[in-house]
Structures are given as structure tokens and as C-alpha cells.
């Protein structure tokens, strides 16, 4: 499974960024996707990810500022809408696929395929 994330940038704190993530594929293995970021030296953190019935699960850092959706395409698709980002915000961030088992926790363990990443820069 291959996939591709687009939409990363440089804002100012307080706007507004979609990412977005095409897969190769859907199927059993892309049956839960989500979004992850990495900040250099810190662990890989979930951010939001979303189960084969488009039911989203979000960190708590991100609830009321982010959301994650499938869009209906051939292949499976997700973005992330991310509003009123703060500089707090700023990593690179993985687009991510799984079983759909992988949609019981928001923990990289779960993912089994990982995009390149896009980065995400915002400044005060």
C-alpha cells in the first residue's frame, strides 16, 4: 500500500491548513486510516483517525480544531482540516493505513503503512 500526502505549508498561528492522502488501494488492509506527527527528537504522536464506518477518533490536543474525513473515491482517501493551529502544531505529518483492528487505539502500533509525510509549519 502506497500512500501520498499533499496540502503541508507554512501559516501563521491562527489559520487554517487541509492535508489530504491518497492510498494505492482500498481494502482490508487501508480499512482504518488516520494522521500522525513527528516532531524532530519526540516520539510519533496520533492525531486523528477514522474506522471503516467514518467514525473519527481525534487526541484530545486536536478536539474542536481538526477533522478528519474519508472523501468517496476510487481508492481511499482521507484529509485532515486543521483550524486555528498554533505553533504547537508545527511537525511533519504521516498519513497512515491499517486493519480495521487498528482503529481500537490511536497509537502508531496500529498502523502497518506510512506515507513520506508532508510538513506543517506555523509561526506566531
Known amino acids: 500500500v502506497r500512500l501520498v500526502e499533499s496540502g503541508g505549508g507554512s501559516v501563521v498561528a491562527g489559520g487554517s491548513l487541509k492535508l489530504s492522502c491518497v492510498a494505492s488501494?482500498?481494502?482490508?488492509?487501508?480499512?482504518?486510516m488516520g494522521w500522525f506527527r513527528q516532531v524532530p527528537g519526540q516520539v510519533r504522536e496520533g492525531v486523528a483517525i477514522i474506522d471503516l464506518n467514518g467514525s473519527p477518533q481525534y487526541a484530545e490536543f486536536v478536539k474542536g480544531r481538526f477533522t478528519i474525513a474519508k472523501e468517496n473515491t476510487e481508492n481511499s482517501s482521507l484529509v485532515l482540516q486543521m483550524n486555528s493551529l498554533t505553533p504547537e502544531d508545527t511537525a511533519m505529518y504521516y498519513c497512515?493505513?491499517?486493519?480495521?483492528?487498528?482503529?481500537?487505539?490511536?497509537?502508531?502500533?496500529?498502523?502497518?503503512?506510512w506515507g513520506k509525510g508532508t510538513l506543517v509549519t506555523i509561526s506566531s
Open positions: 488501494e482500498d481494502s482490508r488492509r487501508t480499512k482504518c
Open positions: 497512515a493505513a491499517g486493519p480495521a483492528g487498528g482503529c481500537l487505539w490511536l497509537e502508531t502500533y496500529g498502523m502497518d503503512y
